[in-house]
Structures are given as structure tokens and as C-alpha cells.
């Protein structure tokens, strides 16, 4: 999704970086052992698949409930983790979404997504330096995604760092390699940062 006033929105990237995870898994041989070995286990998934319908019907209060009593079960379950930061970022409790996210450990799937979050978080709280930061560390990172490099010109147009985000803007064009119809507004924007 797109708009005109900040640009690329994060919520896309993340879905995008969730995809990626999905493929990833998919391509994975199946586990010989249960997915679910635990009945502790079992029901946190339960609730966290009630906590992410709740989330989906826009009630997020309950939604929170439940991804987190699926939290207390089951400690390990990172996509209950991502769900409760965003419920957190979408009130505005942005210190705690940040703090939720954070908690995703560096070998998760769901790590990536988690990270483009918490510099979103980091730039609605106006710490633009630390925002600037998380985003190049993630462009760096993953020389073959462009979400990050995306949400960094983005961030950088909005500070008026025209130069800065054409750069970063190219840096995404670069990596998206073919365009598809849904990348036009990353050379808009490029296109208007010049």
C-alpha cells in the first residue's frame, strides 16, 4: 500500500517479508515429529489463531488477551510475539510494541518483519537517528530484499534528505530487479526526490 504523505507502508513490507517465510517453510522437507508436541503447545496455537481472527474483526483488546495467554503457554511462539507488536503499534503503544518485537530472537523467521516494525515504531516516536539506523543496519543486512531500503527513502524523504532517498530508492529499484506493476511508486518517488 501506498500514500502519498509517508510513502511505502510497513505493513506491506512485513507482509511481503511474511510471504517469505511462508515460501521458505514450504520448501522445507515435512518434520517427521508432531508440529505440536505439547498439549500447552497445542492450545497456544489455538488461542493464537482466536487472537489473530479477533485481530482481523478489529477488536484488538481481545485480541491482545488472547495472543498473549498463547504467549504464556508457549514462550517460543514467535508469530504470537509479531501479532502482540503489532497490536501495540496499532494503539500507539509504541515503546511496548518495540519492546514485543524486540523479543523475536535474531534466528526467527519472523525476525526480518519484526525489525522493519521496530523502525517504523522507532519513527512514529520521532527517533528519526535510531529509525535511520535500524533501517540501514536492515538494508545491509539483506542485499537481495528491497523493503527495507523502501522504508528507508521513504524515511529519508520525509526528513527532506532528497539526495539521500533517491540513493536509497535506486538501492530498491536495483534489487527488485524486474519491476511489476505494483513498483511503480518506488520510481515516483525516486522520480520526485530528484
Known sequence: ??????????????????????????????PKAPLVDTAAKGVAEVLFDIGGLLRSDKLNGQSILFSRLALYLNPKLDIAKLLVGGLLQDGKHLESAVEAYGAIPADSPYRWSAQLAISDCLRDMEKTDEALKQLQDLVAAEP???????????????????????????TAIDRIGKPQQNDWAVYYFRGTSY
Open 144 to 170: 537481495k530484499r528491497s523493503e527495507a531500503a523502501i522504508a528507508l527513502g521513504d524515511l529519508y524523504r520525509k526528513e527532506k534528505r532528497f539526495a539521500d532517498a533517491a540513493a536509497a530508492y535506486t
Open 1 to 30: 500500500m501506498w500514500d502519498s504523505t509517508s510513502g511505502f507502508k510497513p505493513s506491506t513490507a512485513v507482509t511481503g517479508a511474511m510471504a517469505d517465510v511462508l515460501e521458505r517453510q514450504l520448501q522445507k522437507q515435512a
